[in-house]
């Protein structure tokens, strides 16, 4: 009797752990939508959903090899599922005053494996949002 005891408690308490980590990401990401990130590192990028309904959202923006990037780092990700429906994107660069047009342009192949290996982010980052899946997209002006 003893060993079910101590295998029943084991099992209360990873899952207590397990659900506040769970906790821990819900409250982290939906942050996320209260506290954005600013600075000159930032940019806000305009997309589209089906119906042409504008939505902004504050991402980071990593320039490589002369190109802009930006990942879908977390799991709050609509803009990114509007970004490839719709690549026609409008982005404010940091210190810009206004929206540029840009197409948002998935990667693929070696780019996307070198952008990986340059843009990555430590364990702590990556326990803390729930080790989301990291999907990225470069940014071409359009004129």
Not at 72 to 96: D, M, T
Request: proline fraction near 6%.
């Amino acid at each position: 009797m003893g060993n079910k005891k101590i295998i029943r408690w084991s099992l209360i308490g990873v899952g207590v752990l397990f659900l506040t980590y769970i906790g821990s990401i819900v409250w982290f990401e939906a942050r996320l939508g209260i506290n954005q990130p600013q600075g000159s590192t930032s940019l806000v990028i305009a997309t589209f959903s089906g119906d042409e309904e504008r939505h902004e959202r504050v991402l980071r923006l990593e320039e490589i090899d002369g190109n802009n990037y930006i990942a879908a780092n977390h799991w709050p990700r609509a803009w990114y599922s509007q970004a490839l429906a719709n690549p026609n994107v409008e982005i404010k660069l940091p210190g810009e005053e206004a929206f540029e047009n840009y197409l948002a342009v998935p990667l693929e192949g070696a780019e996307e494996e070198h952008i990986r290996e340059v843009y990555s982010f430590g364990f702590e980052f990556r326990f803390r949002t729930g080790f989301p899946p990291r999907y990225f997209l470069r940014l071409d002006p359009q004129t």
